[in-house]
């Protein structure tokens, strides 16, 4: 079945270091989405990204998605103690058009102050 | 405003007993959707509806069962067949897509089962 691996599982990082977490699928991915979930909360929407080498920028955050589109990247720059949480990217099986997702096991943020 | 609420937020039972996991969307969106996390795990789908009286299994379906009677409504049982229920469960609904993508998730706050 198809597979997303994100890594790495966990990092720490001193506030104002940069972060940086991968994600590849064993299949090429239609689009990828990223979700950020804080401690004991739950996952939200950060972005999703479609097409073949796309960047996109939420202030802080860069989100790409490799060429051929199996793989994507999340990098924080000058991370906060806001930024502590986990980190999902997700991806759509063949065909899917309804969100059914396979999820990688996520990277586990902590940003020392 | 409109969400996802899910109830209850903690919940204890004793090994052998069934528990039903209520999920509740004002949406109006089709699908809707269980995962399962488990910590240092990522989210795993147990069952999705993409439309109402109608489910499909996901890929940890066993010991689990759903209905979707109604849209809002996609409650789900986690029963005594289940061999390792403890887990924080989470309900999403999706929008329709967005343009050339999928659509993207809208979770509640979850449920955190303890079976003792």
């Known amino acids: 079945g198809q597979q997303v691996m994100q890594i790495p599982q966990y990092q720490h990082v001193q506030e104002g270091e940069d972060f940086t977490t991968y994600c590849n699928s064993s299949?090429?991915?239609?689009?990828i989405q990223w979700y950020k979930q804080r401690p004991g909360g739950h996952p939200v929407f950060l972005i999703q990204l479609v097409k073949s080498g796309e960047v996109k920028k939420q202030k802080r955050l860069t989100f790409q998605f490799g060429e051929a589109k199996k793989n994507s990247s999340l990098h924080i720059t000058a991370t906060q103690t806001t930024d502590v949480g986990t980190y999902f990217c997700?991806?759509?099986?063949?065909?899917?058009?309804?969100?059914?997702?396979?999820f990688g096991r996520g990277t586990q943020l902590t940003v020392w102050p | 405003d409109g969400g996802i609420t899910q109830s209850p937020k903690y919940l204890f039972r004793k090994e052998g007993q069934n528990v039903t996991l209520s999920c509740e969307q004002n949406?109006?969106?089709?699908?809707m959707y269980w995962y399962r996390q488990d910590p240092g795990q990522g989210l795993r789908l147990i069952y999705y509806?993409?439309?109402?009286?109608?489910?499909q299994k996901g890929d940890i379906a066993e010991g689990y069962s759903v209905s979707r009677e109604k849209k809002e409504s996609f409650p789900l049982t986690v029963t005594s067949a289940q061999k390792n229920p403890t887990a924080f469960y989470l309900c999403a609904s999706t929008r329709p897509r967005l343009a050339g993508g999928t659509g993207e998730l809208f979770f509640g706050e979850g449920s955190r089962l303890t079976v003792l």
């Open positions: 299949t090429t991915l239609s689009n």
């Open positions: 997700a991806g759509p099986n063949r065909g899917s058009t309804l969100g059914r997702l396979y």
């Open positions: 509806s993409q439309i109402v009286n109608d489910f």
């Open positions: 949406l109006n969106h089709d699908a």
